[in-house]
């Protein structure tokens, strides 16, 4: 079965930290770019971070740039982000997704085709 599995979220006071994982089966992890976002109640999903599929590159949206970190163990078919300094805003359910491989635009939700179940994370003031 293909899937990705969310795990980590939770209520933490700001200034917390937190990290997640998603673990991925099913479908070669190791060649793909994995991403996280996160989507607050009536809100769109956003852009978070992304990762290329051997970890030595990163990017971050502004907001959680200097606070969050993207890594992947390729070996454990897991992809973490560890959050630092958390926020009120960063409030939301947060989703990791796999690249789906022709589209290369990968702070866009259309770049990917697989995406986990979602995991919240709920920052308390």
């Known amino acids: 079965q293909v899937q990705l599995v969310e795990s980590g979220g939770g209520l933490v006071q700001a200034g917390g930290s937190l990290r997640l994982s998603c673990i991925a089966s099913?479908?070669?992890?190791?060649?793909?770019?994995m991403g996280w976002f996160r989507q607050a109640p009536g809100k769109e999903r956003l852009f978070v971070a992304w990762i290329t599929p051997g970890g030595a590159g990163t990017v971050y949206a502004d907001s959680v740039k200097g606070r969050f970190t993207i890594s992947r163990d390729n070996a454990k078919n897991t992809v973490y982000l560890q959050m630092n300094n958390l926020k009120p805003e960063d409030t939301a359910v947060y989703y990791c997704a796999s690249e789906r491989g022709d589209i290369s635009i990968y702070h866009e939700s259309r770049s990917y085709d697989l995406w986990g179940q979602g995991t919240q994370v709920t920052v308390s003031s």
């Open positions: 099913g479908r070669p992890f190791g060649g793909a770019v």
